[in-house]
């Protein structure tokens, strides 16, 4: 069974860094994509980014891009999310999810798609002074 | 850059059908987009439903359907139950910057 378990809440004051981590198990680690997704409280999801953990290749949403790292360590099979120093607007719900990833290549299509297929059951990270 | 949009609410019978719809700022969406929908109950991760506009995974209800509909993605869900009651969301697949966009939720009530 493909299983992504993630670390336990976190409550941390602004400034403070931060990792927080999603171990994959039942599939094979390497060969797939694995992101996160963010949930603001009483809000929708937002994509974050990406990792490939064969080669450490990154994706990012520009709204994150600088704001956060995402990394992996093949060995053990666990994706991170890192911040270097929080604001009270971190404070969210944090989802890791094992992501399909493609590229179309037609006379329409010229672009990569993603998605995910299996979720992590989510960390939430409260930030406050 | 692009805004997915979704109903912001819907209401369903138990037993009844109903289509939750996902439209694009930048026009029509297509299966270029490779529409993605996912069901989330209250405290819980979402859940992936549909991949690729209308393929289901293994652990899919046969009652959820995708499709694409007036120039919108849709999620079907024919014969609603009471688990059902949930939020849905949508992610739509792009060129450019910003690859990847969730619309902003339906909250479906059976009721």
């Known amino acids: 069974e493909v299983q992504l378990v993630q670390s336990g809440a976190e409550v941390k004051k602004p400034g403070e860094s931060l990792k927080i981590s999603c171990k994959g198990s039942g599939y094979s680690f390497t060969s797939h994509w694995i992101g996160w997704v963010r949930q603001m409280p009483g809000k929708g999801l937002e994509w974050m980014g990406i990792i490939y953990p064969g080669d450490s290749e990154t994706r990012y949403s520009p709204s994150f891009q600088g704001q956060v790292t995402i990394s992996a360590d093949k060995s053990i099979s666990t994706a991170y999310l890192q911040w270097s120093s929080l604001k009270a607007s971190d404070t969210a719900m944090y989802y890791c999810?094992?992501?399909?990833?493609?590229?179309?290549?037609?006379?329409?299509?010229?672009?990569?798609?993603?998605?995910?297929?299996?979720w992590g059951q989510g960390t939430t990270v409260t930030v406050s002074s | 850059q692009a805004v997915v949009t979704q109903e912001p609410s819907l209401t369903v019978s138990p037993g009844g059908t109903v289509t939750l719809t996902c439209g694009s700022s930048?026009?029509?969406?297509?299966?270029?987009?490779?529409p993605y929908w996912f069901q989330q109950k209250p405290g819980q991760a979402p859940r992936t439903l549909i991949y690729?506009?209308?393929n289901k995974h293994s652990w899919t209800p046969v009652r959820f359907s995708g499709s694409l509909l007036g120039g919108k993605a849709a999620l079907t869900l024919s014969g609603a139950q009471p688990e059902d009651e949930a939020e849905y969301y949508c992610l739509l697949s792009y060129s450019g910057a910003r690859p990847v966009v969730f619309g902003g939720g339906t909250k479906l009530t059976v009721l």
């Open positions: 999810a094992r992501h399909l990833l493609g590229y179309c290549s037609t006379a329409t299509c010229n672009h990569y798609y993603y998605g995910m297929d299996v």
């Open positions: 690729d506009t209308s």
């Open positions: 930048t026009g029509a969406v297509t299966s270029d987009h490779y």
